[in-house]
C-alpha cells in the first residue's frame, strides 16, 4: 500500500515540476516582455501545480506517518509549497502582486527540480521525533523561507519599479505588467512587512528547535553549524529591521540586505550540510 | 565628538543607533567566524559583544518603554498634540446636520476598530485611536530579548553537567566519580545523591533493515537507601526529571563479555565484563551508511599486558567481510593483539573461542551500555519568560500598526479628516479613503499632504 502511494506521490510531484516550470517561464515572459494577459495563464498553472504538489504531499505525509519533511526531497518540496501557497494567498489578497510570480515561481521551480532529483525513498524518522516542538519548528522554518522569499521578490519588484518610474516616458513601457504593480514605495513597504514576518518566524523556529533540542539532549544550544547560521540569518534580518527603521534604508539597498538574509537562511538549511557533517545534515540531505 | 545627551555620555553610546548596528554586525560575523578564530579569543569576544549587546539593549527598553508609556499617557489627555499627515477635506450642503455627521463619522470608525480619544475643550471634532497596544511590542519584544540573554547567562553560571555511562545492572549514584566528563559553573553548587537509579534494561527497536529506529532505557528509580521506588524510561524527548536534576538520555552501544586466558597460564575463572569504565569503555563510531554500526574499544589484558582492541559488529557478513545493520543479528568480534607489526588479528563470533598470540579468548556474551547526560540548571525559567515575551512583543510589533485620526468640523461645513502612522501610512490611508467613502460626503476632494 506505502509503496504504491509512493509511486503516485513521485509520478505527482513530477507532473508539479512541469507545471511550476511552465507558470515560471510564463510569469518571467509577461514581466520581462510586458505580456500582461499571460498572467492569467501563469496564474492557472500555478493553481495546477499547487493542486499537484498538495495531492503529492499528502500522500506522502500518509505514507510517512509524519510531517513530510525528511530527507532533501521532503524538506525542499514542502519548502517550495509553503512559498507558492504564501505567494498564491498574496496574489488573492492583492491581485495587483501577479508579477510577483517572476521572481517566486523560477526559484521554487528550480528548489522543487532540486528536490525530485534527489532519491525519493521513505525514510523513517526516530521516535524522539514524534513531538509537536519538531512540528512547529518544521513549520516555522517553511514559513520562515516562504516570507522570506517573497519579501526579497517584492523588494527587487520595488527597486525595477523604482528605476522604471524614473526613467523617461517614451522609454517606459506602458501597457505592460509593470502598469498593473503599486508603485515602488507600497512594494518597499509590504517587501517588509513580509521579511518582518520571516523575522518572527525564524525566532519562533529557532526557539521551538532549541526546545526540542534541550527534551532530546538536555542542551538548549549546541553551537551546531545549522543553528549557528540559522541564528546568524536571524540576526541579519534583525540589521535589516534597524537599518530600515533607524537609517530609512529602503529600495536596493534593503532589498541587497533582504537577500543576504535568504542566502544565508538557504545556505544554513542546505548549504552547510554540504561542508560539514552536522546533526541537521541527515535530514536535509 | 558630539554626544545626544552630553550629561550622559556612556548611555548616549548605549543607545546610538551605529553602535546598536554595529554590536549586531560584529555579533554575526562572530558566529560565522566560530570555526575559524581560535577560542579563547572567540569566547572573549563573544562574551564582551554579548555584554555591551545587553547594556546597550537595556539602556534602549528603558527608554522604549518610557516613551511607549508617554506616547499612551499623551494620548488619554485631552491636550495631546498628534502627529497628523494624509489630509482629506469633505463638504456637505449647508442645510446638512453636521453634528449628525460627526455622529456617523464617529460610529464608522468604532466599526474600523477606532477607540475615541478626548479631544480639547474649544475643539468641534473628533479624535480615535486604533491598535496603540502595538506601541508596547517592540519595548517587550527588546525586554524578552534581555531576560534571554541573562538566562543565558545565569544558566552557563550555575550550571552543573555531566555525562556518564552504566552498563544493564549497575547503578548510578550521583557521585562526582561516576562522571566521565564533568562541567560546572562557578556559581553552581553539585548535588551528591539527589538523584539514584539502576539501568535494568536497554530496549532498541531496529528497522526492516536493521538499522536502529529508537531506544530507551528501562530505569528503576533508587530511594536514598537503594530500595526501589519506581519503574520509569528514559527516552529521546522524555528525560527523567527529579528536583532541579534532569537526566537525559545520550547514546547506546555494546559491552562484550570476554574471558581471557593466557596459553600455559593457569585459565581465568570469572568472565571479565569489557566494560564501560574509561580505558574500558566501547566507543560508538556510527558505522558509515552500508556498513553497519561499529563500536570499537580497546584493552590491556593485566596478565600478558598486551593490548586487545576489539572492534563489535551487530551483524557481521563473513563473506562481505563487515558489519551488514545495527540490529544484533549475528554479534562477532574483529580482535587484534599486540600493535603495529607485531599485530595479530582475527574474528570472534558469539560463543566461539580464539587464540591470537598466545593469548584465549571467549566471547560469552554481551550487555548493552547507555551514556546519559544529566544536568541541573537555574534560570529555565527565566528562558521560557523569555521566549514567550519575545514572541509576544514580536507579535505586537507585527500585528497591531498604531494609527490616530482627527476629523475637525470648521464653521464654513467643511470635514477635515486627518491622521497619522509611522508604521503603516498606507493603512491609515486606507481608513482615511473608507471612512470618506462611507461618509458619502458631496463632493470628496482629495489631496495628499502633511500639515
Known amino acids: 500500500m506505502s509503496g504504491s502511494m509512493v509511486t503516485a506521490e513521485i509520478a505527482l510531484h513530477w507532473v508539479a515540476v512541469g507545471f511550476y516550470a511552465l507558470s515560471a517561464v510564463l510569469y518571467f515572459v509577461a514581466l520581462t516582455f510586458g505580456k500582461e494577459r499571460l498572467h492569467r495563464y501563469a496564474s492557472s498553472l500555478t493553481w495546477v501545480a499547487l493542486a499537484f504538489h498538495t495531492a503529492a504531499l499528502g500522500l506522502r505525509w500518509a505514507a510517512a506517518g ?83 522569499l517573497v519579501g526579497t521578490g517584492l523588494g527587487w519588484l ?54 526540542w533540542a534541550n527534551l532530546a539532549w538536555g542542551s538548549y544550544w549546541g553551537w551546531e553549524p545549522v543553528e549557528t547560521w540559522s541564528l546568524i540569518a536571524w540576526l541579519v534580518y534583525g540589521i535589516y529591521l534597524h537599518l530600515r527603521r533607524s537609517y530609512g534604508w529602503r529600495g536596493r539597498r534593503a532589498a541587497w540586505v533582504a537577500s543576504l538574509g535568504l542566502a544565508l537562511f538557504l545556505f544554513a538549511l542546505w548549504g552547510l550540510g554540504s561542508v560539514f557533517d552536522n546533526q541537521h545534515s541527515r535530514y536535509f540531505q | ?170 547503578t548510578f549514584t550521583d557521585r562526582r566519580v561516576e562522571y566521565l566528563v564533568f562541567r560546572q559553573g562557578p556559581w553552581a553548587s553539585f548535588h551528591p545523591f539527589r538523584v539514584k537509579f539502576r539501568l535494568d534494561r536497554v530496549e532498541a527497536t531496529y528497522r526492516p533493515d536493521g538499522q536502529v529506529e529508537d531506544f530507551a532505557s528501562a530505569v528503576t528509580l533508587l530511594g536514598q537507601e537503594g530500595r526501589a521506588v519506581a519503574a520509569t524510561s528514559i527516552a529521546g524527548g522524555h528525560p527523567l526529571r527529579q528536583g532541579e536534576v534532569t537526566v537525559y538520555r545520550n547514546v547506546f ?31 560508538d563510531t556510527l558505522g558509515l551508511s552500508g556498513e553497519g554500526e561499529k563500536y570499537t574499544g580497546s584493552f590491556v589484558e593485566p596478565t600478558s599486558q598486551k593490548k586487545v582492541s576489539f572492534t563489535f559488529l551487530p551483524d557481521y557478513d563473513s563473506t562481505a567481510g563487515r558489519g551488514m545493520s545495527k540490529a544484533p543479528k549475528r554479534p562477532t568480534l574483529l580482535v587484534t593483539v599486540g600493535q603495529d607489526a607485531l599485530a595479530r588479528q582475527g574474528v570472534l563470533p558469539l560463543g566461539q573461542s580464539l587464540t591470537l598470540a598466545g593469548l584465549s579468548m571467549d566471547f560469552l556474551g554481551y550487555r548493552r551500555w547507555a551514556s546519559f547526560t544529566v544536568v541541573s540548571c537555574r534560570g529555565v ?24 485620526v482627527q476629523l475637525t468640523l470648521s464653521p464654513e461645513g467643511q470635514l477635515c479628516l486627518q491622521g497619522g502612522s509611522r508604521r503603516a501610512p498606507q493603512l491609515l490611508a486606507e481608513d482615511l479613503s473608507r471612512l470618506a467613502e462611507r461618509l458619502g460626503a458631496r463632493k470628496p476632494e482629495s489631496e495628499e499632504g502633511s500639515s
Open chain 1, 66 to 148: 509524519r510531517i513530510p519533511s525528511y530527507g532533501r526531497y521532503e524538506t525542499f518540496s514542502s519548502l517550495v509549497w509553503v512559498a507558492v501557497v504564501v505567494f498564491t494567498a498574496l496574489r488573492l489578497a492583492r491581485p495587483e502582486l501577479e508579477p510577483l510570480g517572476a521572481v517566486v515561481m523560477p526559484v521554487s521551480f528550480l528548489l522543487i527540480g532540486f528536490a525530485v532529483m534527489a532519491s525519493p525513498e521513505l525514510k523513517s524518522s526516530p521516535r524522539s521525533f514524534s513531538t509537536y516542538w519538531l512540528v512547529i519548528h518544521v513549520l516555522f522554518a517553511k514559513l520562515t523561507f516562504g516570507a522570506t
Open chain 1, 158 to 211: 520595488g527597486v525595477s519599479q523604482e528605476r522604471r518610474a524614473a526613467r523617461p516616458i517614451a522609454l517606459a513601457a506602458t501597457g505592460s505588467a509593470w502598469d498593473k504593480l503599486p508603485p515602488a514605495p507600497v512594494l518597499d513597504e509590504l517587501s517588509c512587512r513580509f521579511i518582518g514576518l520571516g523575522f518572527l518566524a525564524l525566532a519562533v523556529m529557532l526557539i521551538s528547535g532549541s526546545i
Open chain 2, 1 to 170: 565628538m558630539r554626544w545626544r545627551n552630553p550629561k550622559a555620555p556612556f548611555s548616549s553610546v548605549l543607545r546610538s543607533r551605529a553602535f546598536v548596528l554595529a554590536l549586531l554586525v560584529v555579533l554575526a560575523v562572530l558566529l560565522a567566524g566560530r570555526s575559524v578564530l581560535p577560542l579563547r579569543f572567540w569566547t572573549s569576544s563573544l562574551l564582551a559583544v554579548l555584554a555591551a549587546l545587553f547594556l546597550s539593549l537595556a539602556s534602549c527598553t528603558a527608554v522604549q518603554f518610557r516613551s511607549a508609556a508617554a506616547r499612551f499617557a499623551s494620548l488619554s489627555t485631552s491636550a495631546a498634540s498628534l502627529a497628523l499627515s494624509c489630509t482629506t477635506t469633505l463638504s456637505w450642503p449647508a442645510s446638512a446636520d453636521l453634528a449628525q455627521v460627526l455622529e456617523q463619522a464617529a460610529q464608522l470608525l468604532r466599526d474600523f476598530g477606532y477607540r475615541p480619544l478626548p479631544v480639547p475643550a474649544p475643539f468641534t471634532g473628533l479624535r480615535a485611536a486604533k491598535h496603540t497596544a502595538g506601541w508596547w511590542g517592540s519595548p517587550v519584544f527588546h525586554f524578552g530579548l534581555l531576560l534571554l540573554l541573562l538566562a543565558a547567562a545565569l544558566i552557563s553560571l550555575t550550571q552543573t553537567w555531566g555525562r556518564t555511562v552504566l552498563v544493564e545492572g549497575e
Open chain 2, 253 to 283: 552501544g555494546y559491552a562484550p563479555v570476554v574471558r581471557f586466558a593466557v596459553q600455559n597460564s593457569q585459565e581465568r575463572p570469572a568472565p571479565l565484563p569489557f566494560g564501560p569504565r574509561p580505558t574500558l569503555v566501547v566507543l
Open chain 2, 381 to 404: 525559567s527565566l528562558l521560557w519568560a523569555g521566549f514567550l515575551l519575545s514572541l509576544t512583543g514580536a507579535a505586537l510589533l507585527y500585528l497591531l500598526n498604531p494609527r490616530w
